[in-house]
């Protein structure tokens, strides 16, 4: 045997085998790099294919879900103003429903056509500054909307839909209402904490009130002559006293948090708060001051209203859905369907006469629309 030569066979085979794993390891790392590619363009996918649905879903407001006990009539086609369109309140009166849009400061109004709600009619009143709520005065065609951008209440007449003035006001004006046993308009503003009230012959500030929490919605005891004022960030339901501007009880609304939209059975003496910080509903007793019963509700719950004709209960919320609950005796309650409508449909009204119900669509890239519904039963 010769030792160089076998020194030198041995030198080659070594170099040969690393040569083979070098190869190998190329491989392996150039199967591992294309495997990492197609993973990758398979979650991109994936994901551009959920932005997708995403998109389409809040772009298109398909069919609301079918309800045992609700008939959906259709929609009411709005003005589309930019490519979002958030719509708020809705105020009824009989010249017709009065909406707001928190993201251009238009005002709608829609007179209805009975036979086809499709054929409504729509006019406009532009606006500057996010509008939130509206008052109306009754037996005139005056009626007062909050801007919160402008701070601001803007005067308008309900016909011509023409403003008549703009009354300064503190910051984050939103909801408001006219009190006719003071023959005063009453302003929330959230983040002032306070209220400030309208002389509405003089359109001019006569008063403020200052409040221990966030205001909310507010709604009038038409039996007592009080205000009733949600303090979102307090938990609690203050009563107010406009004539004497003085808040005269505040009780918690426990379980109740972050309550928003309100409504008041005068007769049987319940308050309904929505709460959108844990999707409940609370009845709230106006004379024992206490919450008797609560529900389970629709995500992000932000408007509630009361057909006492019918003795139903309606919310809305932000995750869009409706609750129609039924009201069988002042503490007996329970939900009656869970309707889908469309994510950020979170205001509705009812019309006590016709019974319908009218919920708010928010629109991307599509007209803005109301959905109607009437009981089946």
Not at 254 to 270: H, L, T, Y
Request: net charge negative; charged share 20%; with cysteine.
């Amino acid at each position: 045997m010769n030792p160089k030569r076998h020194f030198e066979e041995g030198l080659e085979m070594f170099a040969e085998t690393m040569n083979a794993a070098s190869t190998t390891a190329n491989t392996g790392r150039d199967k591992l790099a294309v495997n990492v590619v197609k993973m990758s363009l398979t979650v991109a996918l994936t994901l551009i294919g959920l932005a997708a649905v995403v998109l389409a879903y809040l772009i298109y407001p398909g069919t609301p879900g079918k309800s045992k006990v609700m008939a959906f009539e259709g929609f009411i086609e709005l003005p589309r103003i930019g490519p979002l369109t958030v719509l708020d309140y809705l105020t009824l009166n009989d010249q017709g429903l009065f909406v707001t849009s928190a993201s251009s400061g238009a005002l709608f109004r829609i007179a209805f056509d009975a036979s086809n709600v499709k054929d409504s009619t729509v006019s406009e009143m532009p606006g500057a500054g996010a509008a939130h709520g509206v008052a109306l005065l009754p037996d005139e065609n005056v009626a007062f909307i909050t801007r919160s951008e402008t701070n601001t209440v803007d005067v308008f007449d309900t016909k011509s839909l023409q403003q008549l003035a703009s009354i300064p006001v503190a910051d984050d004006a939103d909801a408001i209402l006219y009190i006719p046993s003071t023959n005063l308009v009453y302003v929330a503003h959230g983040d002032a904490n306070m209220a400030t009230l309208i002389d509405p012959k003089k359109r001019a500030t006569v008063g403020t009130i200052q409040l221990s929490g966030k205001p909310e919605f507010p709604a009038v005891d038409s039996q007592s002559g009080l205000l009733f004022q949600n303090l979102k960030d307090a938990d609690s339901v203050a009563a107010i006293d406009v004539g004497q501007r003085s808040v005269v009880g505040q009780w918690p609304l426990a379980p109740c948090e972050a309550p928003s939209g309100m409504a008041i059975d005068s007769e049987q003496r319940r308050l309904f708060s929505v709460c959108s910080g844990n999707a409940e509903f609370v009845v709230f007793d106006l004379e024992s001051h206490r919450v008797i019963t609560s529900l389970g509700i629709g995500g992000g719950p932000d408007s509630v209203a009361f057909d006492p004709v019918v003795h139903r209960i309606y919310t809305a919320g932000k995750t869009g859905e409706m609750t129609v609950i039924q009201q069988d005796g002042p503490d007996d309650y329970r939900v009656l369907d869970e309707i889908h409508t469309h994510y950020g449909a979170h205001t509705l009204t009812v019309d006590p006469a016709s019974h319908k119900v009218f919920v708010a669509y928010a629109s991307l890239l599509a007209h803005p629309r109301i959905a109607v519904f009437s009981p089946t039963h």
